[in-house]
């Protein structure tokens, strides 16, 4: 009985894994990208200095800014620049022609240090990784939907695979270099094994994040459908005094930041929200920034009147449900991690795509061994092997080609965010055509070698078209562009030797299956 629990977990594990082995290597890959999205965005944002400012300085500008540029506006948006966003972005907000309508909204980018307006150049940067992470370019709720239903199946996956190998812990410190099927079978058990609360936690951690969009049936019944009343409950709004018509100097906003400090213990303010600037019933909103601890706080936020500096409100405390949930949330999205935590997650991450593609590996090559004498494979397995091609080193391919289009795409040209995103897909639709056309490991080899040239030229390419290449960002401090550049190098070398390993293993291969040949004809007239 027992054995026929694990040989069913086996199966389940295995067919699992399979079907949405695919998606679930792109989730996790984007994701764990997703982490640096900031310096990412920064990347492919070179026009935008990275400048050690403090945030009251920087808010003075901000403030400064908008009083002649956007004095009759109805709303000021400022969102302050930190250590992994360079960018002070000031918005504001038309007082709308008819009641009802919602007014214009404008969007500038300022330098922290000066105050000066600086002009990006128009990109998705690391913030398409992240959206596609859990949307997969699909409108809403389609992507949402299809993630989470893909991290249900790997958290089966996850049990399944636990409850399946009885041996694991015994198995994650045994690995045989050089032995091929067993080779890939122990690398998979072993980077399943070694960051397992990982793989846990974040599979785990994405359902509570997606829990009241895929099981709302609670919601629903308590609300009697009203889902919206829900989320005014959960999440209420605040509520904002309409303008007087009365003129009044709005007071300076940096000491409200050590205020609001003050309310939070310590907490670092993110954005700053002025209702009705220059008139006397304007009010300032801080919002705090959910990078200062694990425990994401949704919502938090005080309230002070922007005449009189007196606070109207704050947000009370989380209550122990809510709590939970950003605790799940804070974990998953990796905001409070310092550089060093953050690389930790990076290689966590990089640690459950390797287990992914290697079960996905597996799974071919036992069946392909069954068919190695026949010569033909039947059409399944081609599927699958195409699949696993352009799945993997299709998709690493198509990351790096989102970076040369950064560079290569003209800065002044219309939609130019959208082409990059446009390149991604049309690279990454051009690798499956590839693996269809090629067979299994030259198609492997001459995708990974592509991307290995791709990454490991990235700075090159920034030397050639922008001027804040290694030898000034270096010099400069701009850890964020310079440790970009060096990644995408490291990359490079990496993946290269990937693809000189897999050319080697053929060339052994071959010339093993020759040397037997003779052998087995001797045998035979024997």
């Not at 809510?322 to 060093?340: C, D, K, Q, R």
């Not at 290694?470 to 060096?486: E, P």
Request: hydrophobic share 50%; charged share 15%; aromatic share 12%.
């Amino acid at each position: 009985m027992k054995e026929g629990f694990r040989q069913a977990m086996a199966w389940l594990h295995t067919w699992a894994g399979l079907t949405f082995g695919w998606l679930l290597f792109a989730i996790f890959l984007t994701g764990t990208l997703a982490y640096f999205k900031d310096e990412t965005s920064h990347w492919m944002q070179p026009e935008i200095p990275a400048r050690a400012v403090s945030s009251e300085d920087s808010l003075t500008l901000a403030q400064r800014y908008l009083e002649q540029h956007a004095p009759n506006a109805s709303r000021w948006i400022i969102d302050l620049p930190d250590a992994r966003e360079p960018g002070l972005s000031v918005r504001w907000q038309q007082t709308p022609a008819k009641p009802g309508e919602r007014g214009q909204l404008t969007e500038k980018l300022l330098d922290p240090q000066s105050g000066n307006e600086v002009q990006g150049r128009d990109t998705r940067g690391g913030e398409f990784f992240y959206r596609f992470h859990f949307q997969l370019q699909m409108p809403y709720p389609w992507g949402r939907w299809l993630s989470t239903i893909a991290a249900m199946v790997m958290f089966v996956a996850l049990i399944s695979g636990i409850i399946t190998h009885k041996k694991i812990f015994k198995d994650f410190f045994t690995f045989r270099p050089r032995k091929g099927q067993r080779s890939w079978l122990d690398g998979h058990n072993a980077v399943g094994v070694l960051v397992l609360p990982f793989h846990l936690m974040i599979t785990y951690s994405s359902l509570v994040i997606f829990m009241a969009l895929v099981m709302p049936a609670s919601i629903l019944a308590s609300y009697k459908g009203d889902v919206q009343a829900f989320y005014s409950e959960v999440f209420p709004a605040s509520n904002t005094a309409k303008a007087a018509g009365d003129p009044a100097p709005l007071l300076p906003l940096a000491p409200m930041l050590e205020k609001a400090r003050e309310q939070w213990s310590g907490g670092r303010v993110g954005r700053l929200t002025v209702n009705n600037p220059g008139d006397a019933n304007a009010s300032v909103v801080l919002a705090r920034d959910g990078a200062d601890r694990v425990v994401h706080d949704f919502g938090s936020a005080v309230t002070f009147n922007g005449v009189t500096g007196q606070l109207l409100a704050a947000t009370p405390a989380q209550p122990l449900p809510m709590a939970i949930a950003g605790s799940f949330y804070g974990l998953h999205m990796g905001h409070f991690a310092g550089p060093v935590l953050r690389w930790l997650y990076f290689i966590c991450g990089l640690a459950s795509t390797a287990m992914i593609g290697t079960g996905l590996v597996i799974w071919l090559g036992k069946r392909q061994l069954k068919h190695a004498k026949s010569g033909v494979m039947p059409f399944e397995l081609r599927l699958v092997e195409v699949l696993n091609i352009a799945s993997m080193s299709g998709l690493v391919v198509a990351v790096a080609a989102f970076f040369w289009a950064n560079r290569l795409i003209p800065v002044d040209m219309a939609g130019r965010a959208d082409w990059e995103v446009n390149a991604f897909f049309i690279v990454w639709g051009l690798s499956l055509l590839h693996a269809i056309f090629r067979r299994g490991r030259a198609a492997w080899v001459e995708q990974l070698a592509l991307a290995a040239l791709l990454f490991g030229a990235v700075p090159l390419l920034n030397l050639m078209t922008t001027p804040y290449h290694l030898g000034v960002t270096l010099v400069q401090g701009d850890w964020a562009m310079a440790g970009f550049d060096l990644a995408c190098l490291g990359s490079g070398l990496f993946l290269g030797w990937a693809a000189w390993k897999m050319q080697r293993a053929g060339r052994v291969s071959v010339t093993g299956q020759q040397q037997a040949q003779p052998i087995a004809l001797e045998q035979e007239a024997n």
